[in-house]
């Protein structure tokens, strides 16, 4: 699709969870992300978007499928320490309260990323750099992630997984344990710290309101299946997948007109699950 | 006065001893209207939470309330809830007033059927017996449209979705028949499709059954979705209060014009231009800007 290799490149990828009568959360995903591009996967709960997430990085072992970072498949994760050039994926969760080290001050928490970009060789800043960059204060190098606020945590993982300057950043409902006013903010800048430094973004919501505002293009999941995809504002503007339409209409609007937002006739309508060919790829 | 519940002057202390308490809520008074969705928006620490639990006499331990919160003044037996506690607070308590909380798998127990969970409250507190209190549990879950009522009685609560278990959780709460319904973030766990449908459900509660409804919650979209009136809290205290329209359409206090000005919907995209390498994006900007005429009216 382009005359450059996708930094992520992932064709007809399936997760499958138990043995026999195994569920499918994963049924075929394909798609690509370019360096310096932000790519939201956008659905509900059960969709199957962080199962994506997690096979791209090797947490999840795909049933079938390909997983080609930089050309190369990703190593499922085990006990060894990774390859020193996959810490170039860097990951941010939901909860930040499982993924700092509640035992390790902030500075440190930083430095085990800076430390990951030095293993590869790669220059990095300080970490009062990378605070200054998230929006925090210098000032809170030195406190335990307890003597923070939720919203400054998730900062501070963000700053982690920017100070390993990584090349591909999948991040899984990074914004939503954030107040409402601070979500739009800091998905703003997560896009532009990624935008400027040239990685690829893997960035997973269930928020569209959000997405629109940083995503270049947007995968829409539902059950397992990408059923929309493309330029994000070509899909916000004019959804075509029954699916998107009503993601779309059940978003209330702040403008204090008191409108119910368009609720579906049933929790899970069957035309929902059809799969449109021209809902997917969308430039116009 | 006709509020179906009168909040005047409330003020909340946490905190273990007698030093070290901080007050959390700082004097707010507040009228519920039967009928009426009172919106109660604020961020995290706002005190919007410990605004409800006090009006429910589940503060944390060490949590103390003073001011006055009277139940009742709309032709119903006035009682003052500050200063009350134990048997006293149970006879209110999920009678004359019904509780929704963020997450319905937290607020209904696991093991028990939800037509049990149902006829509980209604036998304990109304009385009835095992058969009327089934007979109307059916009612209820027929009244919060969940499918099949009759069969949804014998199931436990982790045989529906998400969805259906809120509203089961909204007809407990309505099971004996409150004057008033406090939600504290009663969507804020549910999907956004999902969501839509329980907003609808509430606000057709709110006026077939006059119900004074007070909605706490940090999405400003939900709020201008149901609500009637709306106040904004910030650090224990009303910042700004008035009808849905004024505060969404006209703020005055500069706190709540940043909340409004923070939400998506007030902000332009950042993606200006379509991905470099991305297969001819014919023409990107005009859709972008249809995108945002529409929605940004």
Partial sequence: MSAQKPVLHVDSLVV?????????????????????????????????????????????????????????????????????????????FQDPNSSLNPRIRVAQQIAEGSRAARARGVDTEAPSHWLKAVGLSPTLENRYPYQLSGGQRQRVAIARALAAKPDLIVADEPISALDASAQASVAGMMRELCVASGAAMLFISHDLSVVRLMADRVAVMYRGRIVESGATPVVWANPVHPYTEALLDAIPHPDGEGVLPAAPASEAPSSWRTDIPEALDRVR | ????????????????????????????????????????????????????????????????????????????AEVELVGM??????????????MVFQDPSASLHPQITVGSQLADG??????????????????????????????????????FSGGQRQRIAIAIALACEPEVLLADEPTTALDVTVQAGILHLLRDLATERDLAVLLVTHDLGVMSAIADEVAVMRGGQIVESGSRQQVFQNPQHPYTRELLEA???????????????????????????????????
Avoid: W
Wanted: charge should be positive; include cysteine; aromatic fraction near 2%.
């Fill in chain 1, 16 to 92: 499958e969870y138990g043995g026999r009568a195994a569920f499918r959360a994963v049924d075929g995903v394909s798609f690509d992300i370019a360096a310096g591009e932000v790519l939201a996967l956008v659905g509900e709960s059960g969709c199957g978007k962080s199962s994506t997430a997690r096979a791209v990085i090797g947490m999840e072992k795909p049933r079938s499928g390909e997983v080609l970072y930089r050309d190369r498949p990703v190593q499922p994760l085990g006990m060894r320490t990774r390859p020193a050039e996959l810490t170039a994926i860097q990951m941010v």
């Fill in chain 2, 1 to 76: 006065m006709s509020a179906a519940l009168a909040i005047r002057d409330l003020r909340v202390e946490l905190g273990q001893g007698k030093r070290n308490r901080t007050e959390v809520v700082k004097g707010i008074s507040l009228d519920l209207v039967p009928g009426r969705i009172q919106g109660l928006a604020g961020e995290s620490g706002s005190g919007k939470s410990m605004t409800a639990m006090a009006i429910l006499g589940l503060l944390p331990a060490g949590g103390t309330a003073s001011g006055s919160i009277v139940l009742g003044g709309a032709g119903k």
């Fill in chain 2, 85 to 98: 506690t134990g048997g006293a607070y149970r006879r209110v308590r999920g009678k004359r007033i019904g």
């Fill in chain 2, 122 to 159: 209604m036998r304990a507190h109304l009385g009835l017996s095992r058969a009327d209190a089934r007979t109307r549990a059916a009612e209820l879950l027929a009244l919060v449209r969940v499918p099949n009522p009759e069969e949804a009685l014998q199931k436990y609560p982790h045989q």
């Fill in chain 2, 263 to 297: 939400m998506p919907d007030a902000q332009d995209s950042l993606v200006d231009a379509p991905a470099e390498s991305g297969p001819a994006l014919g023409a990107p900007a005009p859709d972008a800007d249809a995108a945002d005429t529409e929605e940004n009216r």
